[in-house]
């Protein structure tokens, strides 16, 4: 059960890797949703390409720890 449960989360940082790499390229879906806005639309936050790329990198390493050094497949 464990193995299945760490393989599911794995795949979701990988997915979340993934979307925040696209954004870094320029893509814009699930961006309005992504980032918070005042009562009137504008940005609270702009997130910065360096801040992306590295969340992007950081759920990587989440996903790489989860799946291997959790699972014993890498000794840490």
């Known amino acids: 059960m464990e193995f299945v449960l760490s393989?599911?989360?794995?795949?979701?940082?990988?997915?979340l890797a993934l979307?925040?790499?696209?954004w870094l390229l320029g893509g814009h879906?699930?961006?309005a949703v992504a980032?918070?806005?005042d009562l009137n639309g504008r940005?609270?936050?702009n997130p910065t390409r360096v801040g992306t790329l590295l969340v992007?990198?950081?759920?990587l390493?989440?996903?790489?720890?989860m799946e291997?050094?959790?699972n014993g497949n890498l000794k840490a």
């Open 61 to 65: 390493i989440f996903a790489f720890v």
């Open 68 to 70: 291997f050094v959790l």
């Open 19 to 22: 979307l925040h790499f696209f």
């Open 43 to 45: 940005r609270i936050f």
């Open 29 to 31: 879906w699930g961006m």
């Open 56 to 59: 992007a990198i950081g759920l």
């Open 7 to 15: 393989i599911v989360i794995a795949t979701i940082f990988i997915f």
């Open 35 to 37: 980032v918070p806005t």
